[in-house]
């Protein structure tokens, strides 16, 4: 089982970035997908969810990201825009499943990709 994310790169504040996270070995149709971030010296933060018909999203980046998926596909997206230095981070996709539709909680999801790395020049 593996989630493979990729898309970071280099952008100016304003810009846009769109992550994707291609799963393998499974498939996550009936699994949260959630994008968490991490900053150096900081804890991972929840950045967005998505399970069926539904999307969640921290206050953070609500207006600005939006969360996708492709289950034919078995690829979740994360559109970024109107990015923000503040944004700069690895991001990170995840799945899990619980009795919640999603949690912000990094510890519900279950399998982990590795990080992409966004940097966002001021």
């Known amino acids: 089982v593996q989630l493979q994310a990729s898309g970071g790169g280099l952008v100016q504040a304003g810009g846009s970035l769109r992550l994707s996270c291609a799963a393998s070995?499974?498939?996550?149709?009936?699994?949260?997908m959630g994008w968490f971030r991490q900053s150096p010296g900081k804890e991972r933060e929840f950045v967005a969810a998505?399970?069926?018909?539904?999307?969640y999203y921290a206050d953070s980046v609500k207006g600005r990201f939006t969360i996708s998926r492709d289950k034919a596909k078995n690829t979740v997206y994360l559109q970024m825009n109107s990015l923000k230095p503040e944004d700069t981070a690895d991001y990170y996709c995840?799945?899990?499943?619980?009795?919640?539709?999603?949690?912000?909680?990094?510890?519900?999801?279950?399998?982990w990709g590795q990080g992409t790395h966004v940097t966002v020049s001021s």
């Open positions: 070995g499974r498939t996550f149709s009936n699994y949260a």
């Open positions: 998505i399970n069926g018909g539904s999307q």
């Open positions: 995840a799945a899990g499943r619980g009795s919640s539709l999603y949690s912000p909680a990094p510890d519900w999801y279950d399998y």
